[in-house]
């Protein structure tokens, strides 16, 4: 069984940082596409980063210049580093991947999601 676990949430004064971590488990072949996407208290979720197997990266235009998605291909990890947070950057913030396992025996690509960490920035 594949999972993804997140990991480095939590509150942080506007202005300043927090890093997240997101690391994939289970009998994983390959990993193709990850990412972070967030939603905000009472809105749809959205996409904030998300970083190629070759390490080519695309942002969100609102977090471009203080976010920084990265990934270690080894460790089947996928940081991002968030620098001068700001209260509307406050959101459960969710990890993705797109990844080739073994489940039950069978090779197959799946699209999968961590649980979920929170991230509440203060004014």
């Known amino acids: 069984q594949v999972r993804l676990v997140e990991s480095g949430g939590g509150l942080v004064q506007a202005g300043g940082s927090l890093r997240l971590s997101c690391a994939a488990s289970?009998?994983?072949?390959?990993?193709?596409?990850m990412g972070w996407y967030r939603q905000p208290p009472g809105k749809q979720r959205e996409l904030v980063a998300k970083?190629?197997?070759?390490?080519?990266?695309n942002y969100a235009d609102s977090v471009k210049g203080r976010f920084t998605i990265s990934r270690d291909n080894a460790k089947n990890t996928v940081s991002l580093q968030m620098n001068s947070l700001k209260p509307e950057d406050t959101a459960v913030y969710y990890c993705?991947?797109?990844?080739?396992?073994?489940?039950?025996?069978?090779?197959?690509?799946?699209?999968?999601w961590g649980q979920g960490t929170r991230v509440t920035v203060s004014s």
């Open positions: 289970g009998t994983i072949l390959n990993i193709n596409n």
């Open positions: 993705n991947a797109d990844i080739r396992a073994i489940v039950v025996g069978i090779v197959r690509w799946d699209d999968y």
């Open positions: 970083i190629t197997s070759g390490g080519s990266t």
